[in-house]
């Protein structure tokens, strides 16, 4: 799913402030250089320091929402007592799963800073807590892009598909076929065996939740139905949604998912039209990936 595509692409995904960042963020680079021994590690900085802002428009960053869980799995925090020992150093290998993988795929999408509320809010100091939910509308608006980890309970469910769902998805079938058509270009078809749909997946239900580990509460996509992270949702620009059985891409214009990434879905039982296929294949260039996504 190209993040880049839909920054450059899509003129409603693209309204952010330049000049805006939150009170903190994690550096995912502090170390990259300095300590070698030491370069999976981060710490949080504060978003007013001049190494962040030394250019004309302020830096990316992404956010995380997530699942904090039951009290005796709540993720690790920043309080008054280490706040400067979290500005020092935080260990990459003491962050849970799910903040784990956020690090390693915001460092794979090239960006160097990350938001994550656990470890960005200083969670037993008041004042700090209500400055920060007065700016909590902009920190997922303007984020370049959120991860949502749809299908974990807590956070050590991880960014990532249920491990028993790993060899349901490879019974999946693909093929793709282009067929070429003279007066209007190739067409693009994908015929799949196992068709899940956007909603399907991100809703979740309970049937299926059987098959996983108890953890996810008796739901497939245990983040959906806590109310605070339909806010973060519904506020961020971009998600990319982690559901247990596969990804699922959001943004202002376009739903998508890692089985259809493409904007016509045709349904089997519906009557086969060559003509909205050459309408796609004659659209513009641009709109080769992302613009023809949808989940119907």
Excluded at 6 to 19: F, P
Excluded at 156 to 178: A, Q, Y
Excluded at 243 to 264: D, F, I, M, V, Y
Aim: glycine share 4%; with cysteine; charged share 25%.
């Amino acid at each position: 799913m190209d993040i880049n595509n839909c920054q450059h692409n899509h003129t409603s995904c693209n309204n952010l402030t330049k000049d805006f960042l939150p009170t903190r963020l994690l550096d995912l680079e502090a170390f990259t250089k300095t300590s070698p021994r030491f370069e999976d590690d981060i710490k949080l900085v504060r978003s007013a320091s001049n190494h962040i802002k030394n250019g004309k428009f302020a830096p990316q960053y992404m956010t995380l929402s997530h699942c904090w869980g039951p009290p005796q799995k709540r993720p690790i925090t920043t309080t008054r007592a280490n706040l400067s020992a979290r500005m020092r150093r935080i260990s990459f290998a003491k962050l849970p799963r799910t903040f784990q993988d956020a690090v390693v795929l915001t460092r794979k999408l090239g960006q160097r800073y990350l938001w994550i509320d656990s470890l960005c809010i200083i969670q037993d100091d008041e004042n700090d807590w209500a400055q920060e939910a007065s700016m909590m509308t902009e920190v997922y608006a303007q984020s370049h892009c959120t991860f949502a980890a749809l299908s974990s309970a807590d956070s050590t469910g991880g960014l990532r598909m249920s491990d028993n769902m790993v060899s349901e998805w490879s019974k999946n079938i693909f093929i793709d076929i282009s067929v070429n058509d003279r007066n209007h270009g190739p067409v693009d078809v994908r015929f799949i065996s196992r068709l899940k749909k956007w909603e399907h997946d991100y809703n979740g239900d309970r049937a299926f939740s059987r098959i996983l580990v108890r953890e996810f509460c008796g739901h497939s996509s245990p983040l959906r139905y806590r109310a605070w992270a339909l806010q973060e949702k519904e506020l961020s620009t971009r998600v990319i949604h982690f559901g247990s059985r596969q990804l699922l891409w959001e943004c202002c214009e376009l739903k998508a998912t890692a089985q259809l990434p493409w904007h016509h879905v045709m349904d089997p039982s519906e009557e086969y039209d060559l003509t909205q296929e050459r309408e796609l294949a004659n659209s513009p260039p641009q709109s080769s990936l992302f613009q023809r996504m949808s989940a119907k």
